[in-house]
């Protein structure tokens, strides 16, 4: 059974920086697409930054310049690097895989695997 476990939420204040963390059980991230959800209370779950097997990435448009999302295949581990927080990136951090669509770096939850989230709040 796959298991993904996010770590590294917390609060800061506006303008500040956290990293987070995916490890995984019982995959391997190299071998296909991964992404970066979010979601706050009474919103739908959005998409913030994916990575197929090659290394390609996406970003949805409210984080580009400011979040990276990076995999250490050797650690097995995926992060997501956030800069420049802003209140409005307060929500439920959550790691997913296992794409069911086509292979591609894609933001759509159609995600088979999930954590359990990580939450991120920011104050101004």
């Known amino acids: 059974q796959v298991q993904l476990v996010e770590s590294g939420g917390g609060s800061v204040q506006a303008g500040g920086s956290l990293r987070l963390s995916c490890a995984a059980s019982?995959?391997?991230?190299?071998?296909?697409?991964m992404g970066w959800f979010r979601q706050s209370p009474g919103n739908v779950r959005e998409g913030v930054a994916a990575m197929d097997y090659v290394g390609t990435t996406l970003y949805a448009d409210f984080v580009k310049g400011r979040f990276t999302i990076s995999r250490d295949n050797a650690k097995n581990m995926v992060y997501l690097q956030m800069h420049s927080l802003k209140p409005e990136d307060t929500a439920m951090y959550y790691c997913?895989?296992?794409?069911?669509?086509?292979?591609?770096?894609?933001?759509?939850?159609?995600?088979?695997?999930w954590g359990q989230g990580t939450q991120v709040t920011v104050s101004s």
């Open positions: 997913a895989t296992g794409f069911r669509g086509a292979p591609g770096a894609r933001l759509d939850p159609a995600y088979a695997y």
């Open positions: 019982e995959y391997t991230f190299s071998s296909g697409s």
